[in-house]
């Protein structure tokens, strides 16, 4: 049983850049969450993906996108990159009913912005 | 408005002690919460979960307590290895009304160092 893979792992990106990060689910989990963690904080909610459509939005603002495919693999979106948008990204795999066992996560992304 | 409060950043315990993390919450509508476990360079690991409906679960060394009517939630490690060192951030979710959606609200998290 594979579990949630990631990629890159690093990426240095330009202020007002855009850029795609990638995340393959654990197998048999068909939802897909994303998570932004800054330095020193708790991940935060971006979105959540079930049958291939936006499934719950946080705080995030439309710049933030996603996608999810038929395998459930995902992909994050994010346009006109700002230094803010600095952070690990979780990307979170799991089945769409609570079961005991959470999200299964990814190691994540960490996005640089300069 | 931070919803989930992680008022500990670090701890600090000998091996073989007891380890007690907390967590409270402002919303009255979590109803499921989640440990979960991060080291350096991984993502989160879960640790051990309880519904609201139960006021305690164990999992071998791991233990959590939830208290709703303080909105408090503990981890109990007992008896606490080096290995356990790691960061700690507990998570709730609102289930019942999210439907097939369960985001998680994470809170900061509390580094725990476990001395040999």
């Known amino acids: 049983e594979t579990g949630v893979t990631q990629s890159p792992t690093h990426l240095i990106k330009t202020r007002g850049q855009q850029v795609t990060l990638r995340c393959s689910s654990q197998?048999?989990?068909?939802?897909v969450s994303w998570y932004q963690q800054a330095l020193g904080q708790g991940p935060q909610f971006i979105f959540q993906y079930y049958r291939e459509e936006e499934n719950g939005r946080g705080n995030f603002p439309p710049r933030f996108s996603g996608l999810q495919f038929p395998n459930y693999s995902s992909e994050l979106n994010v346009n006109a990159l700002e230094l803010d948008d600095s952070a690990l990204y979780l990307c979170?795999?799991?089945?769409?009913?609570?079961?005991?066992?959470?999200?299964?996560f990814g190691s994540g992304t960490r996005l640089t912005v300069v | 408005d931070q919803q989930v409060k992680q008022n500990s950043p670090s701890l600090s315990v000998q091996e073989g002690r007891i380890s007690i993390l907390n967590c409270d919450y402002t919303n009255s509508m979590f109803d499921y919460f989640l440990w979960y476990k991060k080291y350096p360079a991984e993502g989160p690991t879960f640790l051990i979960s309880?519904?609201?409906?139960?006021d305690k679960n164990e999992d071998g060394r791991f233990t959590v307590f939830l208290n709703k009517s303080a909105k408090h939630l503990s981890l109990h490690i007992v008896p606490s290895q080096p290995g356990d060192s790691a960061v700690y951030f507990c998570?709730?979710?609102?289930?019942?009304?999210?439907?097939?959606?369960?985001?998680?609200?994470f809170g900061k998290g509390t580094l725990l160092t476990v001395n040999p």
């Open positions: 998570a709730a979710s609102d289930v019942r009304s999210g439907g097939s959606n369960y985001k998680l609200t």
């Open positions: 197998s048999g989990h068909n939802t």
């Open positions: 309880i519904s609201s409906i139960k």
């Open positions: 979170a795999s799991s089945l769409p009913q609570i079961t005991d066992y959470g999200y299964t």
